[in-house]
């Protein structure tokens, strides 16, 4: 649990402290990440395709090159995206603008990844794939087998982009949500839970099995090898792995569906919905205190009906709404009392059923004038 809190913690002390500088230190571990991956990856063809150092070093260098200019032409529309949160940091926080900072905020991971689409795929992996066949003087199919395994690198890198985001914007997203209403029911603006699982499982499997065939080999690979292994990994990542994939995204999503449904009936106003307990995990922790915070609106809901049966009904939620705080008010105010005529001998020849019903059928009649008037009924007597 602590390894779990002191990662947001340490986030939330760094947005607190740089403010707006904040995102120049996302700017920086988008950047030195990238450039790691790309380290990563030439290092994996070299265990494919026999260099020297210097032609190692040649093959970087045209490599980070292109990785920075895939990552100035992403800094560059989402400088454009992020323009509503960078204007709100910069007005000083200003509640008239923090919705559309909200909703910036939390729909810039996945701005980040799906709005530069497939160009940077082709600004680093279609130059690298050329560079490295004509360096080595390779067959013309090479090419596809390199594009194929810079794809995937491109691809991890992009993941491994989406999820820090995520992390980085979440104290900001915080920060931003504490000027918003109270009862601000949010905007699906990021990616669904379920496509995370299902995109991000997969690939790691991809890589992984790239990654462990050539620390497998024997020095003897070949980029036919290479080529070889991304199938294998592809196939085995959707095929024999693709059915742990689904188990795990049902294991999560199943519960936090039943928690979703559940919200809806309430905000429907069935205060009688219930999550069932399927899992002993946080999920269904959470499921078990969702159910408790229902047990008390509904407790509140009885209360609040019972004492509206008493009294007038914005009294009760008044009384509801401040309890022992209740303070009195001085308002000029008219009032009306209103006698049944001959009440005493009826109830003395009618039965208690009798004497109830038609006491209900005349405050039918009464009560709603009264409240029509903006009155309320202060006391039943007799």
């Known amino acids: ?59 970087l260098l045209f490599s980070e090159a292109a990785v920075a ?25 200003d509640p008239a603008g923090a919705f559309d900072a909200w909703r910036t905020a939390v729909s810039l991971p996945r701005e980040l990844v799906v709005r530069n689409g497939w160009l940077p795929f082709v600004i680093v992996a279609l130059p690298i794939s050329v560079f490295f066949v004509i360096q080595f ?46 009862d601000f029911p949010g905007r699906p603006a990021g990616v669904p839970l379920r496509w995370k699982l299902l995109g991000a499982l997969p ?37 024999i792995s693709l059915e742990l994939t689904v188990l795990v995204t049902k294991s999560v999503l199943t519960p936090v569906d039943d928690l979703l449904e559940a919200t809806r009936r309430v905000k429907a106003g069935d205060l009688s919905a219930r999550v069932p307990l399927t899992s002993g995990d946080e ?16 407790e509140r809901e009885a209360l609040r009906q019972a004492l509206g049966s008493y009294v007038d009904p ?19 105010v008219t009032v009306l009392f209103v006698d049944i005529r001959d009440f005493t001998p009826f109830a003395e020849r009618a039965s208690a059923r009798e004497t109830v019903a038609h006491l209900n059928e005349f405050f039918d009649l009464t009560v709603p004038i009264l409240l029509k008037h903006k009155g309320h009924a202060n006391k039943f007597v007799g």
């Open 1 to 59: 649990i602590g390894d779990n809190l002191a990662m947001p913690l340490t986030f939330a002390r760094l947005y607190k402290r740089l403010g707006r500088s904040y995102f120049w230190l996302f700017v920086v571990f988008e950047v030195v990440s990238a450039l790691v991956v790309c380290v990563a990856t030439v290092g994996l063809f070299s265990l494919y395709q026999p260099m020297s150092s210097s032609e190692f070093w040649e093959i």
């Open 69 to 93: 200019a895939a990552l100035v032409y992403s800094s560059f529309r989402l400088k454009r995206t992020a323009r509503p949160l960078v204007q709100w940091l910069k007005l000083g926080r």
């Open 137 to 182: 003087e390779l067959p013309f199919y090479s090419a596809g087998i390199i594009f194929a395994g810079a794809v995937v690198a491109v691809a991890y890198a992009a993941v491994l982009h989406f999820f820090a985001s995520e992390m980085f914007m979440r104290p900001v997203v915080k920060d931003i949500a504490e000027l918003l209403p109270p």
């Open 203 to 239: 690939l790691i499997n991809v890589v992984t099995g790239v990654v462990v065939s050539g620390l497998s080999t024997d020095g003897r690979a070949a980029l036919t090898d290479l080529g070889l292994d991304v199938i294998v990994a592809v196939l085995v990542a959707f095929t």
């Open 283 to 298: 999920l269904g922790a959470l499921a078990g205190s969702f159910n408790e915070m229902l047990d008390g609106l509904s």
């Open 314 to 332: 914005d009294v009760a939620e008044r009384v509801l709404k401040e309890g022992e705080l209740l303070q009195g008010q001085e308002v000029e």
